[in-house]
């Protein structure tokens, strides 16, 4: 047995250094220029796409064998692609996971080790973005840094529920809950699965080890009958990639700050816009659905089995297409679009402030999270302060048309549906690309020149809606309606 385990790690440990020795030598910039992308995309994608073997490799030779070899798999594969990505950068991913273990050993399942993982980890992703922030998007160590820190506070968490009483927890927090107490390799490997680590998706530490602890199957004692859903969701994220790779050199956000663009009509530039948004949310479709597949193929997406027996793969979903693609409302699209760190946010943010006792608030300060989680841009601020606000209104929109007799009946009329379900899906993706806007031009010295073009419409349109509707709903919902409502 010790000759085979040996061998075992002789073989991990090959194929991590023919990898780095691969990556080391391997000089990209002349492809990346022919193909009109920059080198540090070109390893990105490169490194993403390399899930796929590095998968297979794992389904054939680690499945069912012992946890530590898994772990050092992820571990040095992981590694490999940051140094691939980042060379020597890759200390910064090092340095806060073994700080991570040693706040986890020594301070134990406390309220202070969980607010000091929060306050050292955001710590540390800001100043990575202070000191490495440009006025452009650069593909630079922060990138997988930001879906790190996620990882080791969502750690911090559950390892801290794990030290609670069962029945003071909800249902996802026992099910997440580290009741035993994980070593650095674990933490290590967790932190650096190679399906995962650049763009997500999130998930916990305990659906990991179900991983290395060959659980997550749908055939027990055997790899997973995974492959098929995995190239469903590779072939997906293909046909996006072909679409961004064809429309990216003719529908950019450089060109919103062109003079070009400011000498069309007012009506153009609104809809270069609406085009715009649309499209630019492919680049990072594409890297989740390909990621996607790499966690399917590795048995990572296994979830459970729905109630006609049939296995389900979405457990590392971070698309729902077909809702990206037809649902005409912005509470469609956050419900189909990063759904895996929209849950995290929800797990460990939204509901822990749920002591403060305001549904808004703690949405308020859901979003005021992430967009300093995205970078310190004011860009971010801008585009979710427009998602919080777009939110509110829609919700006070949907309910006043419930509500009212007169405009419920209209929109029950089904020959005018297309018309409305046009009318939606306009008004969505318009000011869709609106927020967008903000989030991709970063400074406010770019995003406001834009804002400027088209009158500020997002902010003027959606405020006006706030004050408006609330009279409204006075208006023309009949007070016996609204009696209704509160009892």
């Known amino acids: 047995m010790a000759s085979s385990a040996e061998g075992d790690v002789g073989t991990v440990a090959e194929l991590a250094r023919v990898l780095q020795w691969g990556f080391e030598e391997l000089s990209l910039n002349k492809l990346a220029t022919s193909l009109g992308a920059s080198e540090q995309a070109l390893r990105l994608m490169i490194s993403i796409f390399l899930g796929y073997p590095l998968a297979l490799f794992y389904r054939h030779y680690l499945f069912y064998k012992d946890s530590y070899l898994i772990h050092l798999f992820h571990a040095f594969t992981g590694l490999s692609i940051a140094y691939f990505n980042f060379g020597n950068q890759l200390f910064h991913s090092l340095l806060c996971i073994v700080l991570q273990f040693l706040i986890l050993r020594l301070m134990g399942r406390t309220v202070t080790a969980v607010l000091t993982t929060f306050c050292f980890q955001m710590a540390y992703l800001l100043a990575g973005y202070y000191y490495t922030a440009t006025g452009n998007y650069d593909i630079k160590w922060t990138m997988p840094h930001c879906v790190l820190t996620l990882k080791l506070i969502g750690l911090a968490v559950d390892y801290f529920d794990g030290g609670r009483a069962q029945n003071s927890l909800s249902s996802e927090q026992q099910k997440n809950a580290i009741r035993g107490v994980p070593s650095l390799l674990e933490v290590a490997g967790f932190s650096y699965f190679y399906g995962a680590f650049l763009v997500g998706p999130q998930f916990s530490m305990n659906h990991y080890m179900k991983l290395v602890q060959g659980q997550l199957t749908d055939i027990p004692g055997k790899i997973p009958n995974s492959t098929i859903p995995a190239?469903?969701?590779?072939?997906?994220?293909?046909?996006?990639?072909?679409?961004?790779?064809?429309?990216?050199?003719?529908?950019?956000?450089?060109?919103?700050?062109?003079?070009?663009?400011e000498n069309h009509s007012f009506w153009f530039r609104c809809m270069y816009m609406l085009i715009w948004g649309k499209f630019v949310l492919y680049k990072y479709v594409t890297c989740w659905l390909v990621t996607e597949g790499v966690c399917i193929l590795t048995g990572l997406g296994f979830n459970d089995f729905d109630e006609n027996g049939k296995a389900k793969w979405d457990a590392c979903a971070n698309m729902k297409v077909w809702l990206f693609e037809t649902n005409p409302r912005f509470t469609g699209t956050i419900a189909s679009f990063n759904t895996n760190t929209n849950a995290w946010v929800a797990r460990y943010i939204f509901k822990r402030l749920k002591f403060l006792g305001n549904k808004e608030l703690s949405q308020g300060l859901s979003l005021l999270f992430l967009a300093f989680w995205h970078g310190l841009h004011s860009g971010y601020l801008i585009c979710f302060q427009m998602e919080f606000l777009i939110v509110i209104v829609e919700r006070q929109a949907a309910r006043l048309i419930r509500d009212s007799p007169t405009l419920s009946n209209l929109a029950s009329i089904t020959v005018l549906q297309p018309f409305y379900y046009?009318?939606?899906?306009?008004?969505?993706w318009l000011f869709m690309g609106y927020s967008m806007t903000a989030f991709c031009l970063f400074t406010w010295d770019k995003w406001i020149k834009v804002y400027k073009s088209i009158y500020f419409l997002g902010h003027i349109f959606f405020l006006s809606l706030l004050l408006i509707l609330p009279y409204l709903y006075k208006a023309m919902v009949p007070r016996k309606e609204k009696l209704k409502k509160m009892e």
């Open 422 to 428: 046009l009318v939606q899906q306009t008004i969505h």
């Open 231 to 261: 190239l469903k969701r590779l072939s997906l994220g293909l046909v996006y990639l072909v679409g961004h790779v064809l429309l990216s050199p003719h529908i950019t956000e450089n060109y919103l700050l062109s003079e070009d663009y």
